[in-house]
C-alpha cells in the first residue's frame, strides 16, 4: 500500500472521526428514548453513572496508558526500535498487575453498591448487574488497550475509527436483540459493551500485528525503569483526569446523593448532546497529534505552527456548527426526542453544559501540545485546581441557594473557558518557544464560527418552522450546510479553502470512478 501525503491522512482522519461520532450520535439517538420509555429515566442516569465508576477506576491505569503512545512513537521515529519493544512490554506487564490489584475491591463494591449509591428497590439487582458487567469489560479492556496505540504510533487513526463504526453498530444491535427478546433491562447495555469491546479487541490486534510486528511482548524487555519513566510522566494525566472528574465525572454523583434518582436521569439526558458534541471536538483535535508528535520529534518546532494554525480552523469550522445548533434547535429537539421530559428545562442544561465550547472549539487541537512536549505536569495542575474550584462552588451553592441542577451544570462550562484563556493557550504557545499570546487566534476562529452558524440557525428557523421530524431535520441540515460553507469561506483563507477543494475534488473524483 502507498503511503499516503500528510494532507491526505488530514483529510481520511477527519473523514472517519466524523464517521464514527455521527454513527455512536445515531445509536444513542434511537436507544436513549427507548430505555426512558421502557425502563424509567432515572435508568439513563444509572447507566451513564455506571461509565462514571470505571472512569474512577481508570484513574489508576491513565498514569501508565496515557503517555505509552507518545514515548513509543518518538522511539520509533528516532530509530531505538529496541527502546521501543521496553516500553511496550513494560507497559503491557504494568496493565496486568493493575487488573490483578483491581478486581477483588471492585467486586466488592459491586456487591455493596446499593449502600454506596441510592437505587430504587426495583432496580438493585438490575443496576448491580450493569455495574458488574462493566467493570468486565473495563478490565478486559485495559489488558488489551496497549494495541489501540498501533494507530497513534503509525499515524493512522482512521483505522481506528473504522474500527469505532462497526463496534458501535455491534453494540447496537445486540442490545437491540436483547431487549425485542428478553423483558427489558438496563444491564444490556453493558453486555452490548462486552461484545463490541471484544470486536475492537481483535480489530486493534490484528492492525497490531500487521503494522507493528516489530513490537513483541518479551520477558526480557521489561524494563522497571522505562515503566517509571513512562508513569513518571502519565502520573500528571492522572491527576488531570481527577480534575476532569471534580469538573463534570462527579456531577451525576452528586445530583444522586443530593436532589435525586430521577434529576439524576434528567441531568444524565441533557448531557448526551454535550457530550457528543465535546467528543466531536476532541476527536477532530486528536487526529492531528500523531503528525504533531512526529513533527516534534524531528526537532523544528518552528514547523508546527502552520499545523497547528490549520488544525484550529478546522475544529472551529467543523466543531461550532452542531453547538450553534444546539442553542437554536435543542428545545424542539428534545420535545421531539423525548416528549415525557420537560424539554425547556433539558436545553437550558445542554446549553450550560456544551456553552464553553462555543468559545474553545478552534483551541482544542492546542491541547495535544502539553504530551507531545512531555509537560502534562502544570497543565494537570491547572485543571485539577478547576475541579476542585468546581465541586466546592457546587456544593456550596446547593447548600446555600436554590439554583439546583443547573448550578452542576453550568459552573464547570465557567471554569472550562477561564483556565483555557488565563493558562492553556498561554502556556502551550511557551512550551514551543513562540510568544504567549501566539495561540489566541483560535478564539476568535471559535467565536466567529459559533456567531455565523447561531446567526444562520435562527434566520432558518424563521422560515422553516421544526414542528415535527421532517421539518425539523430539513431545518437543521439546511443550517449545517450553509453554516459550513460560510464559515470555511470567512475562516479559511485562500490558499486553505483551495487546498479544501483539491482534497473534495480529489475524493469525488476517486468514488466516481
Not at 480534575?243 to 441533557?270: F, R, Y
Not at 452542531?322 to 424539554?343: C, M, N, T
Amino acid at each position: 500500500m502507498a503511503e499516503l501525503s500528510e494532507n491526505k491522512r488530514i483529510v481520511i482522519n477527519l473523514t472517519t472521526t466524523l464517521i464514527a461520532t455521527f454513527t455512536t450520535a445515531c445509536v444513542g439517538f434511537f436507544l436513549s428514548p427507548f430505555v426512558v420509555r421502557t425502563i424509567g429515566v432515572e435508568a439513563q442516569g444509572f447507566v451513564q453513572l455506571a461509565s462514571n465508576f470505571t472512569s474512577c477506576a481508570a484513574l489508576i491505569t491513565i498514569a501508565l496508558n496515557s503517555m505509552a503512545g507518545r514515548f513509543i512513537t518518538i522511539a520509533i521515529q528516532q530509530g531505538d526500535k529496541q527502546k521501543a519493544e521496553k516500553y511496550y512490554t513494560s507497559v503491557f506487564c504494568g496493565n496486568a498487575a493493575i487488573v490483578a490489584a483491581l478486581i477483588i475491591p471492585v467486586a466488592l463494591c459491586v456487591l455493596a453498591l446499593d449502600r454506596l449509591i441510592d437505587i430504587p428497590a426495583r432496580l438493585i439487582i438490575d443496576v448491580k448487574l450493569l455495574f458488574g458487567f462493566v467493570f468486565i469489560n473495563f478490565f478486559a479492556s485495559t489488558i488489551f488497550s496497549l494495541w489501540n496505540n498501533t494507530f497513534y504510533i503509525t499515524n493512522k487513526p482512521y483505522l481506528q475509527s473504522f474500527g469505532s463504526v462497526i463496534s458501535t453498530l455491534l453494540s447496537a444491535a445486540i442490545v437491540f436483540i436483547l431487549f425485542s427478546t428478553f423483558p427489558p433491562k438496563m444491564f444490556y447495555s453493558s453486555l452490548a459493551g462486552m461484545g463490541a469491546a471484544a470486536f475492537t479487541a481483535c480489530w486493534s490486534g490484528r492492525y497490531k500485528n500487521k503494522l507493528l510486528p516489530m513490537l513483541k511482548v518479551k520477558r526480557s524487555a521489561a524494563s522497571l525503569k522505562c515503566l517509571k519513566e513512562i508513569v513518571s510522566s502519565g502520573v500528571w494525566r492522572t491527576v488531570q483526569s481527577v480534575g476532569e472528574m471534580l469538573l463534570n465525572g462527579l456531577d451525576l454523583l452528586i445530583c444522586n446523593l443530593l436532589i435525586n434518582p430521577v434529576m439524576m436521569g434528567v441531568l444524565a439526558l441533557s448531557k448526551m448532546l454535550p457530550a457528543i458534541l465535546g467528543s466531536l471536538n476532541w476527536q477532530i483535535a486528536s487526529t492531528f497529534a500523531p503528525q504533531l508528535t512526529i513533527n516534534f520529534a524531528k526537532g523544528n518546532n518552528r514547523a508546527l505552527l502552520p499545523g497547528i494554525r490549520k488544525a484550529c480552523k478546522i475544529n472551529a469550522v467543523l466543531g461550532t456548527v452542531p453547538i450553534a445548533g444546539l442553542i437554536v434547535y435543542g428545545k424542539e429537539f428534545f420535545r421531539l426526542w423525548v416528549p415525557s421530559q420537560d424539554a425547556a428545562m433539558l436545553q437550558r442544561l445542554s446549553v450550560l453544559a456544551c456553552a464553553g465550547l462555543l468559545f474553545v472549539s478552534g483551541i482544542q487541537p492546542i491541547g495535544n501540545i502539553f504530551a507531545t512536549a512531555n509537560k502534562v505536569k502544570p497543565q494537570a495542575v491547572s485543571v485539577i485546581i478547576s475541579g476542585v474550584l468546581n465541586t466546592v462552588i457546587v456544593f456550596a451553592c446547593l447548600k446555600l441557594t436554590s439554583l439546583g441542577v443547573y448550578v452542576i451544570a453550568g459552573t464547570s462550562t465557567a471554569l472550562l473557558v477561564i483556565r483555557n484563556i488565563i493558562y492553556t493557550v498561554p502556556a502551550a504557545a511557551r512550551y514551543l518557544g513562540f510568544p504567549w499570546h501566539t495561540f489566541f487566534f483560535g478564539f476568535g476562529y471559535s467565536l466567529t464560527g459559533s456567531a455565523i452558524a447561531a446567526v444562520i440557525g435562527f434566520a432558518v428557523k424563521y422560515v422553516i418552522t421544526p414542528g415535527n421530524w421532517s421539518t425539523f431535520i430539513m431545518s437543521c441540515a439546511v443550517t449545517g450546510i450553509v453554516g459550513l460553507v460560510l464559515n470555511a469561506i470567512i475562516i479559511f483563507n485562500k490558499n486553505e479553502r483551495k487546498w479544501i477543494w483539491t482534497r473534495l475534488k480529489g475524493s469525488f473524483c476517486s468514488t466516481s470512478r
